[in-house]
């Protein structure tokens, strides 16, 4: 099984500042099938970034992936209030599909 | 527009048994592999299942192994989970969720349907 550990655990910053999260796999993951999702309260999560840099649909450009084998970044350049929520990275890879622990990023 | 509404979710005894459903619209089920992903309160999310297109090949979580059992009928567009031996542990959010494109990618989630395990 891929462990994924993300840090920060929470992030405190302002709006307009740049954020950047981090996921580290306890293995490689193949292919950097490795994917970002944003989940806002009382909301199911949705898809951000796949294949380690690759935007979703819809996805704005402020968002950005990096990283491949065991180390992912999640950057948001400059944050929105919108923005304001936790972060999850994903392996799908391999069987079992696991999560990282998520990231909080709140407001300063 | 992809929609997944999940139902089924409700306060259930430990030992007992609930099955979860997924009605999907805006696509055609066939053609997408399937999952189900929960989030126990307050905590993070956890893979429980997945079912490819045509059911040959699923795969479960160690966590719910030999106690769920995920399936989908594509000419109804709905997945199922059928969860027996309910433990305090399985209290979560289930979420239905569909492939990105091809593959294992997650790429769009249900609303989540709430399932309660309690004496």
Redesign the interface.
Known sequence: EIVLTQSPGTLSLSPGERATLSCRASQSVSSN?L?W?Q?RPG?????LI?GASSR?TDIAGRFSGSGSGTDFTLTISRLEPEDFAVY?C?Q?AS????????TKVEIK | EVQLVESGGVLVQPGGSLRLSCAASGFSLSTYNM?WVRQAPGK????VS?INTDSTTV?Y??SVKGRFTISRDNAKNSLYLQMNSLRDEDTAVY?CARA?SG??????????TLVTVSS
Do not use: V
């Not at chain 2, 593959?103 to 989540?112: A, D, V």
């Open positions: 099938y994917a999702y989940q909301q199911a999560p949705r898809l796949y979703a999850y994903h799908y069987s079992p599909l696991t999560f990282g622990g998520g | 999952n993070g999310l956890e893979w997945y795969y979580a160690d979420y990105y593959g294992w990618l997650i790429g769009y989630w249900g609303q989540g």
